[in-house]
């Protein structure tokens, strides 16, 4: 019996090496670039939480010095901050604080190319949508009035679509075109939320336009009743 056991068992062992023999390399090969993808996988989420802590080291100090009011030395962090770490939600956060810096200081060519770096660059529509909008607020400004509308026609994010018709508003009306800014306006008035609080702006701004959104209902509510 003993030794009917022992032919079995080199049955399996030869069969054994003639599997090996056969996809022994191709087995050895397949655990090697799993171990190699396990490997890299692991390096890449280092390297990923090694740039986010030394990003956000960055922007901790720039926003020290939008703290400080200081807008050179905000500047140049944000530029150093664009420069190693341009993909980092960091940059994009950086780049708006510096630009409010800056054209709070009256530097509203550095603010224009904060804002514009980060509408050209931010990995999220939502960081390219606010920075259009202010960008558009800072062309507006500068009476540079087609630029900013061209602007915020790429400000795309969905839930700033009131924002940006309210901005577009702004922009129109400081070309004087009532009755559009007044179309525009009403779009971002029915855009909104009725208990947000910016909404009141905006029905001042159609009222001052003669197209108070009370006295709009009161008389399509009138108009309903006649018939």
């Not at 396990?38 to 939480?49: D, E, I, K, L, S």
Request: charge should be neutral; glycine fraction near 8%.
């Amino acid at each position: 019996m003993a030794k009917q056991l022992d032919l079995q068992e080199q049955e399996q062992l030869d069969e054994l090496k003639a599997f090996w023999k056969q996809y022994g390399n191709l087995i050895t090969g397949v655990l090697t670039l799993a171990l190699l993808a396990f490997a890299a996988w692991n390096g890449w989420n280092w390297y990923q939480r090694d740039q986010a802590k030394k990003a956000g080291a960055m922007f901790e100090a720039l926003e020290q010095a939008a703290a400080a009011g200081d807008a050179a030395r905000g500047a140049q962090v944000l530029k150093d901050l664009q420069e190693r770490y341009p993909r980092t939600t960091y940059a994009q956060q950086g780049g708006l604080i510096a630009a409010k810096l800056l054209a709070e200081k009256g530097q509203a060519d550095q603010a224009r190319v904060a804002l514009t770096w980060v509408a050209d660059n931010a990995p999220e529509d939502e960081y390219k949508t606010i920075a259009r909008l202010r960008l558009a607020g800072v062309l507006m400004e500068a009476k540079q009035y087609d630029e900013g509308l061209k602007q915020l026609a790429g400000a795309t994010a969905p839930d700033f679509a009131a924002l940006v018709a309210d901005r577009r508003g702004d922009v129109l009306l400081a070309q004087g075109k009532k009755d559009e800014a007044k179309a525009a306006y009403e779009a971002a008035y029915k855009g909104m939320d009725e208990k947000l609080d910016y909404r009141r702006l905006v029905d001042a701004k159609l009222t001052a336009l003669g197209a108070a959104p009370a006295a709009a209902a009161a008389s399509a509510a009138a108009s309903g009743a006649s018939r």
